[in-house]
C-alpha cells in the first residue's frame, strides 16, 4: 500500500511517498530539494518548482495539491519572486518560512497531495478539499501586525475560530493540527504560549478535556513586524470517537505540566485508513526535563525513542510515515544528524532546517505524518 521512491534531475532531487487506496483517496507526500548551492535564488526556484510539475507528468500523474510549504533561506530577499510565481498557478494552501535548508541551498519543498478529491478557496481563505463525507481544510501563512508575540497569537486564533465557525466547525471539535512559526523563539515563544493558553480556555480545549497536536519552532516571515506565523488543518464531518491523542506516558510527560498546550500527537480513524499526525518532539522525558543536554546524538535518538512509542500507541511504526521534518539548532549538527537519518530512514521524504527549538537545551527535534490502511465500517472513508 505504501512505496517510495526518489528522483533526481541535475538541479533538484525529489523524495516521494506514496498510499494507494485503490477504491479511495490516494496520498502522497513529496519533498524536493535543490541540489546546487552555487546557484542563484532565481536558479533555485525554478528548479525545485520545474522538478514538482515533471512529478505531476508522471510519478504523481492525477494527484492535485491540498498544502505546500516552501522553506526559505532568506524570506525578506525571496519571498516576492516565490509569492509571483506561485499566485499564477495557486492551487492549495500555501506555507511559506524562513528556516533555511541545510544542505547549504536557498530552497526546499514540502508538497501534500491526494487524488480523487474536489478543492476550492472559500471566501475567508481556507483551501477547501472534500470527498464523501467530509471536508478537510487547510490554511497557510496567516499573520499580523499586531504589537507583539502574544497579541499577534491571539489574534491569529480568534480569526482562526471565526473562520471555522463560518463552516459550522469548532476549535475544539474539528481542528486536528497547528504549526506556529516564532520570529526569535529563545524571546517571543513565551507570548506565544500566554495567548494560546488563554484562547484555549475559552473554546473549551484544557488538561480535563484536550488540545490540538502542533509545533511551535523557530521560523519568521519576511516582514520582521510579523513574530508569528500559523498554518492549520481542521476536518469537517468527524465525529469524537474517530479522534484519539497520543501520550505515550513511560516516555512523555503532559504538556500543561510544564505550561503549554498541545497535544503530543493525534490519530484520526476513517472508515478506510489511520492518520497520524506527531507534533513537533525533542529529547524530553517523562518528567519534561531536557534529556542528554548538549550530545546530539544522544538526543537524536531519544527524540526518535519517544516518536517511536508515540507511532506505537497509534498501532503504527516509522514504516508508516510519509513524510518527516527535521528542526536543528546549530547548522554545525547537521553532517552527524544527516548521517544518523540517511541510516535509519533511507528511504523516507525527509527536509533538514535550520529552526531553533521551543526550549534552549533542545538542539533538534522532529514532526511527521503518517497512514496506514485500516478496516472500520463505523465510519465513512476518507
Known amino acids: 500500500m505504501n512505496n517510495r521512491q526518489q528522483r533526481q534531475t541535475e538541479n533538484a532531487s525529489a523524495e516521494i511517498f506514496k498510499y494507494d487506496a485503490d477504491n479511495g483517496v490516494s496520498e502522497y507526500h513529496v519533498m524536493i530539494h535543490a541540489r546546487c548551492p552555487e546557484d542563484t535564488y532565481e536558479q533555485q526556484l525554478n528548479a525545485v518548482v520545474n522538478a514538482y510539475f515533471a512529478l505531476l507528468e508522471g510519478e504523481i500523474r492525477g494527484a492535485v495539491a491540498v498544502f505546500k510549504r516552501y522553506f526559505l533561506s532568506d524570506a525578506a530577499n525571496q519571498s516576492d519572486m516565490l509569492l509571483a510565481l506561485t499566485t499564477e498557478s495557486s492551487d492549495c494552501a500555501l506555507s511559506i518560512v524562513e528556516q533555511p535548508p541545510l544542505n547549504g541551498t536557498k530552497i526546499a519543498l514540502w508538497v501534500y497531495l491526494q487524488s480523487g478529491v474536489q478543492t476550492r478557496v472559500l471566501h475567508n481563505g481556507l483551501f477547501e478539499v472534500r470527498h464523501g463525507a467530509y471536508r478537510h481544510l487547510w490554511s497557510g501563512n496567516a499573520f499580523n501586525r499586531a504589537a507583539n508575540s502574544e497579541y499577534q497569537t491571539r489574534l491569529l486564533l480568534n480569526d482562526y475560530v471565526m473562520q471555522l465557525m463560518e463552516q459550522g466547525c469548532k476549535l475544539a471539535d474539528n481542528c486536528i493540527r497547528t504549526w506556529f512559526f516564532v520570529q526569535n523563539v529563545d524571546v517571543n515563544y513565551a507570548g506565544v504560549v500566554k495567548a494560546r493558553n488563554e484562547v484555549f480556555i475559552t473554546q473549551n480545549l484544557t488538561e480535563k478535556t484536550h488540545y490540538i497536536s502542533s509545533t511551535g519552532i523557530g521560523g519568521r516571515h519576511a516582514d520582521p513586524k510579523v513574530s508569528v506565523l500559523m498554518d492549520t488543518y481542521a476536518v469537517d464531518g468527524i465525529k469524537s470517537g474517530q479522534v484519539h491523542f497520543l501520550y505515550a506516558p513511560a516516555y512523555l510527560n503532559?504538556?500543561?505540566?510544564?505550561?503549554?498546550?498541545?497535544?503530543?500527537?493525534?490519530?484520526?480513524?476513517?472508515?478506510?485508513?489511520?492518520?497520524?499526525?506527531?507534533?513537533?518532539?525533542?529529547?524530553?522525558?517523562?518528567?519534561?526535563?531536557?534529556?542528554?543536554?548538549?550530545?546530539?546524538?544522544?538526543?537524536?535518538?531519544?527524540?526518535?525513542?519517544?516518536?517511536?512509542?508515540?507511532?506505537?500507541?497509534?498501532?503504527?511504526?516509522?514504516?508508516?510515515?510519509?513524510?518527516?521534518?527535521?528542526?536543528?539548532?546549530?547548522?554545525?549538527?547537521?553532517?552527524?544528524?544527516?548521517?544518523?537519518?540517511?541510516?535509519?530512514?533511507?528511504?523516507?521524504?525527509?527536509?533538514?532546517?535550520?529552526?531553533?527549538?521551543?526550549?534552549?537545551?533542545?538542539?533538534?527535534?522532529?514532526?511527521?505524518?503518517?497512514?496506514?490502511?485500516?478496516?472500520?465500517?463505523?465510519?465513512?472513508?476518507?
Open 254 to 382: 503532559p504538556t500543561y505540566e510544564y505550561g503549554v498546550s498541545f497535544e503530543r500527537g493525534t490519530y484520526v480513524d476513517y472508515g478506510d485508513r489511520r492518520q497520524v499526525f506527531i507534533s513537533g518532539t525533542a529529547s524530553i522525558n517523562n518528567k519534561g526535563e531536557v534529556v542528554h543536554p548538549g550530545n546530539i546524538r544522544k538526543q537524536t535518538e531519544r527524540m526518535w525513542e519517544n516518536v517511536e512509542a508515540l507511532l506505537k500507541e497509534a498501532d503504527c511504526t516509522f514504516d508508516d510515515l510519509g513524510q518527516m521534518i527535521v528542526y536543528l539548532r546549530d547548522i554545525a549538527d547537521y553532517a552527524v544528524v544527516k548521517e544518523m537519518y540517511d541510516k535509519r530512514f533511507p528511504a523516507t521524504p525527509k527536509v533538514f532546517v535550520h529552526a531553533p527549538v521551543c526550549r534552549p537545551g533542545w538542539l533538534i527535534e522532529m514532526e511527521c505524518m503518517g497512514v496506514k490502511a485500516l478496516e472500520n465500517k463505523e465510519y465513512a472513508p476518507f
